[in-house]
Structures are given as C-alpha cells and as structure tokens.
C-alpha cells in the first residue's frame, strides 16, 4: 500500500528505551523512577516518580510532541531545545475523549523538522509518565515494511537481511514470536538501507536485557548520521517495545544500521520501514 505525503505518528510506550529515565528506572519512587505492575488505567509501562529533580529525557527529530502521563498531584518543568516551561497538574488537563486519569503533560507543534532535545524534570509532588507520541513530516510517497528477523522454515532460520558479523545470533522463539538474540557483549548486528525515510527497532525488554547501541552510517561506512545508546533492561517482559527510531533519514542516501550489544541480553523481534516510492 502507498501512503501519500504528509505527518506520520509515533507512539513511544513508557518502556520505551527511547524515553531516559535519570537517575534510573526500577527503583522506588523516592529515590528513582518506579514501574508499577499496574496504573490507574491500567498502562503496563508507566513509570512514576516522587524524587525531586527526576528527570526523563527524549530526543527525536520531527515537528510535533506530545508527553503523556497520569493524573497525580505534581508540578514539573519541561524543557524543549533550550526553552523552558513550567507545569502543575489540573482538571483542565484531561485529554479529549479519554479516561479521567489520563493527561497531557506537555505538548508541542508545527516545530521545525530538525532534531530536538527535551526533557522533563520533578519539582515536587508525583508525576507519571505514561508514553510519548512525536510526529515527522514525510515530504514523499511511502510503504511501510515489515521485516521479520526469521524465515517461515521449519525449524525458522535467521532473515538474511541481517548479517552477524561472525557472532553466533540465535532464531529462538518467544511467547509464539521468533526473536533473534546474544548474550556475548560487544557483539553486533547489521542491516542495509536506502529510499528510507526512517525506520523503527522493536525488541524484547526484560530484567536479562541491558545497554544496546545503534549506529546510523550514511553511504554504509562513511560518516554516523545518529548514534543511541539505550537501555532494554526493565522489571518487566515485553516481546515488542520499540527500541529505537530513525526519523531524520535522507532517502537518497544508502545507509548501514550497526546493534551493538553492550551488557546482558539483546532480543530483536522486527523493523518497520518507511521506504519512499520513486516519483
């Protein structure tokens, strides 16, 4: 199917290794970011804070954001490239349509379509992040693909659209999804690209997952276009929490996409990519 120009969402969950919790996630809630097993409204992956000068952290490149979270009594700052504003939860916050609990902690539009930086950070009460939605603006005609990382094959083997560099990456099956995993740091995994727009890493979070890396190569070995460091490592299991995206690709340009695993265990379960149609 080809989608015409035009904005594209993406909904980053609280689990997210894309969203920085500091000082870190997992802990109790007077001394880091805590994950709940359940939220007021029943969001696996809130993460939820009383410590003063907690921080959470997202950078991404598009036009729009919008910071969701649940209603507790809190105030914080947000800062987006620089600019600094100041918030408190009230009843005035509520997202249209949604459940009483649900709020809007910050939102932004008609941004630039460069990289952005922001972060939000407590300054007294508790605040819970419950997900991030950033929007791109794709100026061409595109398909979105979906690459498995196995074959249908009986006993399912390794797509072939990644290479391993030698490392021993195993096709091994998870709650019925086929997921390509290591545990051995220091070992990568590649796959190339071109007519891309960007591109979305989904993956496996758990307490065995750690610190992954991505590198984005333009003309597959020259200069880093973008390079991420994230953290899969969370109290809970989740198959599919999105890793990492690309969204300031140049679909002109060839690219070569490096995983690094860095500490404990990387799971990869798919990409989805946004491959522009030639005009």
Same mark, same amino acid.
């Given at each position: 199917?080809?989608?015409?120009?035009?904005?594209?969402?993406?909904? &980053?969950?609280?689990?997210?290794?894309?969203? !920085?919790? &500091?000082?870190?996630?997992?802990?109790?809630?007077?001394?880091?970011?805590?994950?709940?097993?359940?939220?007021?409204?029943?969001? !696996?992956?809130?993460?939820?804070?009383? /410590?003063?000068?907690?921080?959470?952290? &997202?950078?991404?490149?598009?036009?729009?954001?919008?910071?969701?979270?649940?209603?507790?009594? =809190?105030?914080?700052?947000?800062? *987006?490239? =620089?600019?600094?504003?100041?918030?408190?939860?009230?009843?005035?916050?509520?997202?249209?349509?949604?459940?009483?609990?649900?709020?809007?902690?910050?939102?932004?539009?008609?941004?630039?379509?460069?990289?952005?930086n922001l972060t939000l950070s407590v300054r007294e009460g508790e605040i819970a992040v419950h997900?991030?939605?950033?929007?791109?603006?794709?100026?061409?005609?595109?398909?979105?693909?979906?690459?498995?990382?196995?074959?249908?094959?009986?006993?399912?083997?390794?797509?072939?659209?990644?290479?391993?560099?030698?490392?021993?990456?195993?096709?091994?099956?998870? !709650?019925?999804?086929?997921? *390509?995993?290591?545990?051995?740091?220091?070992?990568?995994?590649?796959?190339?690209?071109?007519?891309?727009?960007?591109?979305?890493?989904?993956?496996?979070? =758990?307490?065995?997952?750690?610190?992954?890396?991505?590198?984005?190569?333009?003309?597959?070995?020259?200069?880093?276009?973008?390079?991420?460091?994230?953290?899969?490592?969370?109290?809970?299991?989740?198959?599919?929490?999105?890793?990492?995206?690309?969204?300031?690709?140049?679909?002109? /340009?060839?690219? !070569?996409?490096?995983?690094?695993?860095?500490?404990g265990k990387f799971d990869l379960d798919h990409l989805v990519i946004y491959e522009t149609v030639?005009?």
């Amino acid at each position: 199917m080809v989608h015409k120009p035009g904005p594209r969402n993406f909904s &980053l969950d609280g689990n997210s290794a894309m969203l !920085r919790y &500091l000082p870190y996630s997992g802990g109790p809630s007077d001394s880091s970011w805590s994950t709940p097993s359940t939220s007021a409204k029943g969001s !696996r992956f809130m993460h939820m804070t009383k /410590m003063v000068n907690a921080s959470m952290e &997202l950078s991404w490149t598009g036009t729009a954001i919008t910071l969701v979270g649940e209603r507790m009594n =809190g105030s914080y700052s947000v800062t *987006l490239d =620089g600019n600094v504003s100041q918030h408190t939860l009230t009843s005035n916050a509520l997202l249209s349509g949604s459940t009483p609990d649900i709020v809007t902690l910050f939102s932004a539009k008609d941004l630039q379509d460069t990289p952005h930086n922001l972060t939000l950070s407590v300054r007294e009460g508790e605040i819970a992040v419950h997900s991030a939605n950033v929007t791109i603006n794709i100026k061409e005609e595109f398909k979105v693909a979906k690459i498995p990382v196995a074959t249908n094959a009986i006993p399912p083997a390794a797509n072939q659209f990644f290479f391993s560099h030698g490392f021993n990456w195993s096709v091994a099956d998870f !709650r019925g999804t086929p997921s *390509l995993g290591i545990d051995v740091e220091d070992a990568q995994l590649s796959f190339d690209l071109n007519s891309t727009r960007a591109f979305e890493i989904y993956g496996r979070t =758990g307490p065995a997952q750690g610190s992954f890396k991505v590198e984005v190569l333009q003309n597959s070995t020259a200069s880093c276009s973008d390079s991420f460091t994230g953290n899969a490592s969370s109290p809970d299991t989740d198959s599919i929490a999105l890793l990492y995206v690309a969204t300031n690709m140049d679909p002109t /340009m060839n690219y !070569r996409v490096n995983i690094n695993n860095n500490e404990g265990k990387f799971d990869l379960d798919h990409l989805v990519i946004y491959e522009t149609v030639p005009g």
